[in-house]
């Protein structure tokens, strides 16, 4: 689950707050509104259902602060986790990785996002985990589902996929005191080549952003391998939302901008863990948010995709924590779009 950037490092993950850095601004501290659904009229695409009611989580689940006020810590965490979260965070990504899948694989016609997200609500409770998405900030379902044009944070309700859909899912669960986070874009039926192209090639960029990471590099080369290939490819790179710092925290202090920005030079280190979650879009990367203050969807109508793992600094690059135990990953499918 991806957070809102905001300029001069800081960032805002309230979902009431539409305020975002204006990229390439020359003055300090300058801000754009993302335009909301009241403005100027949009094409037609993705309309929302009926969003049912939040699902019970069992007393004897472990939870987050948040999972009860709706608020989590203002404190971010360290950037560079002991070895005892890692070794938590290697179990909770395995989780995340194997409920993805789970999911994934009922992505069918005629399937709502909302059962989507009853599938992922009870795959995480049988694993004895708590799905860092519910009550987040008050979101109210326990996945993101983000269909066609919705960039991301879409929330799963009474609208039931259609041939030619694609569809993105991004679960996060809470397990021993740490969350493990990762998605992954699914085809629904007979999707056009475009989109399966788009699918594919976003699954590229991850996994040239993935090449990257070692100690000593630096933020902004994640943001670059990743511009450099949707560039390469005629494709567009979504810069309000980006990967974030993770531990103990859902969301830490560490960025990471999918594109290249020169400002994020802070310099890898061994323990950091951290997702990387590019969006790339068919079309013009500028979107806008609707008004549940969540779903934000590009501008011109165009399709969107994106694929997130998270992982670990490690003295030789990175391990990728987002896997199960056998090496599976849902973004392995795309290898066959």
Known sequence: MSKRKRRGGRVTESPRTARVAAAGSSAAGSQ?????????????????GLVGLRRPVPSSI?????????????????????????????????????????????????????ELDAITHAATIARD??????????????????????????????????????V????????????????????????????????????????????????????????????????SQRLGVVREFIGHGIGEQFHGGLQIPHYYDARAATELEVGMTFTIEPMITLGSPALWVWDDGWTAVTNDGSRCAQFEHTLVVT?????????????????DLALDF
């Open 315 to 331: 003295e030789t690059g990175c391990d990728v924590l987002t896997v199960t135990a056998e090496g599976r990953c849902a973004a």
């Open 32 to 48: 754009l509104t993302l335009p909301r659904s009241a403005d100027a009229a949009r094409p037609a695409g993705i309309k929302a």
């Open 62 to 114: 472990a939870k987050p602060p948040y999972a009860v006020t709706g608020l989590p810590p203002t404190t971010r965490g360290a950037a560079v986790q002991s070895a005892d979260v890692i070794a938590r965070m290697r179990v909770a990504g395995a989780i995340a990785a194997e409920v993805l899948l789970e999911v994934g694989a009922a992505v069918a016609v005629g399937v709502t996002t909302d």
């Open 168 to 231: 993105n899912i991004d679960v996060t669960i809470f397990h021993d005191g740490v969350h493990g986070d990762t998605n992954a874009t699914f085809l629904v039926g007979d999707v056009d080549a475009e989109s399966r192209r788009l699918v594919r090639e976003t699954r590229a960029s991850l996994y040239d952003a993935l090449a990257v990471v070692r100690p000593g590099a630096r933020v902004n080369d994640i943001g670059r391998a990743i511009e450099q290939h949707a560039d």
């Open 129 to 166: 985990s708590y799905p860092s998405p519910l009550n987040y900030k008050g979101f109210p379902k326990s996945v993101c589902t983000s269909v066609n044009e919705v960039v991301c944070h879409g929330i799963p309700d009474s609208r039931p996929l259609v041939d030619g859909d694609i």
